[in-house]
């Protein structure tokens, strides 16, 4: 299928989220359900992840493609993790990504993942510049990415992606040019690239001074975007690129209003417009799923011009954008050069890009 956030539901397929939430170190700017504290409890949850799969499995379309997140799945035992995951209804030629830690990943390892057929890593890279990945406190090596990338090559994998970050405290433009000029060279096929961002209740919230600068951020995505087009790579969405048909396909689910189901600790899901999410903390997810309980925190029903709003809000970030008639003609006049007309549909230019906000402000249903 041609990678489309416009396209219909059951052309997009379904999607399937399952989270990780444990860490060997959280990093400073994480505002995620992960814990770096519970290692004790990691074979318990990855058994309860694998009950609460196989409860829903009969009920569940079979997946186009599955997101293994957290958190830090390749910090878990690799063979339970995947029994775990093996329940998992799904097509035989679904993306199933799982991401790893550049540390964590070995040979056999990868050979473990693709015995119930992943095919996807990625990987968190975030620089490769040794004074931004403390700054950012990041704990892997340099090295690693490199080895990580080797090994995953050499595994067969033939799609992965690499997520990096710009703006952290004294990083310099020089730094992330180098970081990307990395990138480039390792061959990554997908690549995000997001601007670091202050969550409340992160340590870097509580730390101003290592704040990230608008400008130098708006400078920094525009060398990415340079550099990225000149290596063959499309922007698909504001924070990815991608070689031609390596665009993540659960990401279309996302952006589209698709249906989705979310397995484990904090994890989401969205079924024809009911919005749930599960409990926060693994300590929880254990004990529902051991006592024969849904893990379901909560859930929201989403009418339909909200559900409209919200994916037009998400559509507008990638290279599809909108209908023309999601915005009043005053305003496309009023916004100059952050729209342009592609046929039938309005999509950001690379300024747009930049004001993403405020265009979606805009928006109509």
């Given at each position: ?6 396209a219909?539901?059951d052309?997009i397929?379904?999607?399937?989220y ?9 990093c ?5 359900a ?9 074979s ?5 992840l694998?009950t ?7 009920s ?7 997101f ?6 390749s ?12 329940a998992i209804?799904?097509h035989?030629d679904?993306?199933f990504?799982v ?6 990943v070995?040979?056999k390892?990868?050979q473990?993942?693709q ?6 890593i ?6 490769s510049?040794?004074?931004v990945l403390a700054a950012?406190?990041?704990?892997h ?9 080797a ?12 997520d990096?970050?710009y703006?952290?405290a ?9 970081t ?22 992160t340590v ?7 704040h ?5 951020q708006?400078?920094?995505y525009e060398?990415?975007?340079d ?5 063959g ?16 396909q ?9 249906n ?7 994890a989401h ?5 009911r ?7 693994p300590?929880r ?5 051991e ?9 929201e ?6 559900r409209?709003?919200e994916?037009?809000?998400?559509q507008?970030r ?9 915005l009043?003609?005053v305003?496309i ?10 046929g ?5 230019t690379r300024?747009g890009?930049?004001?993403a906000?405020e265009?979606a402000?805009r928006?109509?249903?």
């Amino acid at each position: 299928m041609t990678w489309s956030t416009h396209a219909l539901a059951d052309q997009i397929g379904f999607g399937v989220y399952v989270h990780v939430p444990f860490c060997r170190h959280k990093c400073d700017y994480c505002v995620f359900a992960t814990f770096a504290d519970r290692p004790h409890l990691e074979s318990q949850y990855l058994v309860a992840l694998r009950t609460e799969i196989d409860r829903a499995a009969p009920s569940l379309p079979k997946a186009s493609s599955i997101f293994v997140g957290g958190g830090t799945p390749s910090h878990v035992d690799a063979r339970a993790l995947v029994h775990a995951l093996a329940a998992i209804p799904r097509h035989d030629d679904a993306e199933f990504t799982v991401e790893c830690n550049p540390d964590d990943v070995t040979g056999k390892m990868l050979q473990i993942y693709q015995s119930i057929g992943v095919n996807r890593i990625s990987l968190g890279m975030q620089s490769s510049v040794p004074h931004v990945l403390a700054a950012l406190g990041r704990t892997h090596s340099p090295d690693n990415i490199a080895h990580a990338v080797a090994a995953i090559k050499a595994a067969g994998f033939t799609s992965f992606n690499l997520d990096i970050i710009y703006g952290g405290a004294g990083e310099s433009l020089a730094d992330w040019v180098a970081t990307v000029q990395q990138v480039v060279a390792l061959g990554a096929p997908h690549i995000s690239a997001y601007g670091l961002t202050v969550e409340a209740g992160t340590v870097l919230a509580k730390q101003p001074a290592r704040h990230p600068d608008d400008d130098d951020q708006a400078d920094k995505y525009e060398a990415v975007d340079d550099m990225l087009a000149a290596a063959g790579y499309t922007n698909y969405e504001i924070s990815n690129w991608a070689k031609p048909g390596h665009e993540c396909q659960l990401n279309a689910v996302y952006w589209s209003g698709g249906n989705y189901a979310g397995f484990g600790s904090a994890a989401h899901a969205h079924m024809n417009g009911r919005r749930s999410w599960n409990v926060r903390t693994p300590d929880r997810y254990n004990e529902l799923i051991e006592a024969g309980r849904s893990a379901e925190s909560s859930y929201e029903e989403l009418d339909d011009a909200t559900r409209t709003l919200e994916r037009l809000q998400l559509q507008l970030r990638t290279r599809n954008g909108v209908p023309v008639a999601a915005l009043d003609p005053v305003d496309i006049d009023d916004m100059g050069d952050l729209v342009q007309h592609v046929g039938d549909r309005l999509v950001l230019t690379r300024a747009g890009r930049l004001l993403a906000n405020e265009v979606a402000l805009r928006l109509r249903v």
